[in-house]
């Protein structure tokens, strides 16, 4: 599996090179071969067995790198899936086109659980408020990073208040010493 989120100022070598990376073991990657030269001689080093490439953001995608994507999809000698998420209209030609509904909450954390290893309990206030303003959005779900999106709780200090009061106690007997004495 290769999920690659593209943007406009992603190059056809970045791209290439976070497929490959994520596809195959420590790739050697010449950067002046597209896409399918490289995979097809990655594919004879090292089998990959099958591959599924997830790009989202498929509108930032260069017309060199779709018809080199289109190459790969049908002359790639293993099983080779390429799902692209656009919202531009016939970028690729004999591609199906589907339109997908936004992933349900359950749908959204076996995503997130692919991923993720240390995801949180459903009970996480913060974490059940991000599966719900993702609105089911692949791109989104996967930016999750624990550290911002966990609640800090902190246990007061109890020893703290006890300490004052010990103190307290004391300067009041003290004060009561005093006056008896006086």
């Not at 497929?19 to 097809?40: K, M, V």
Request: net charge negative; proline share 4%.
């Amino acid at each position: 599996k290769a999920f690659v989120q593209v943007s406009a100022r992603m190059t056809d070598a970045q791209l290439m090179s976070e497929l490959l990376e994520q596809s195959f073991r420590a790739p050697l990657i010449d950067q002046t071969l597209p896409l399918s030269d490289n995979f097809f001689q990655l594919v004879k080093s090292q089998n990959c067995g099958p591959c599924l490439w997830v790009l989202d953001g498929g509108r930032h995608i260069s017309d060199e790198m779709a018809a080199d994507l289109a190459i790969l999809a049908k002359k790639s000698p293993t099983t080779l899936y390429i799902l692209v998420a656009s919202q531009s209209v016939g970028q690729f030609s004999n591609a199906v086109e589907i339109h997908l509904e936004a992933l349900s909450i359950a749908e959204s954390k076996q995503l997130m659980g692919w991923y993720f290893k240390d995801l949180p309990l459903d009970e996480d206030p913060v974490f059940q408020t991000f599966l719900k303003e993702s609105h089911g959005n692949p791109s989104l779900l996967l930016a999750w990073q624990l550290v911002e999106h966990s609640a800090e709780v902190k246990v007061a200090d109890k020893v703290s208040w006890r300490l004052h009061l010990i103190t307290l106690m004391l300067i009041i007997m003290l004060l009561i010493i005093g006056f008896l004495y006086k």
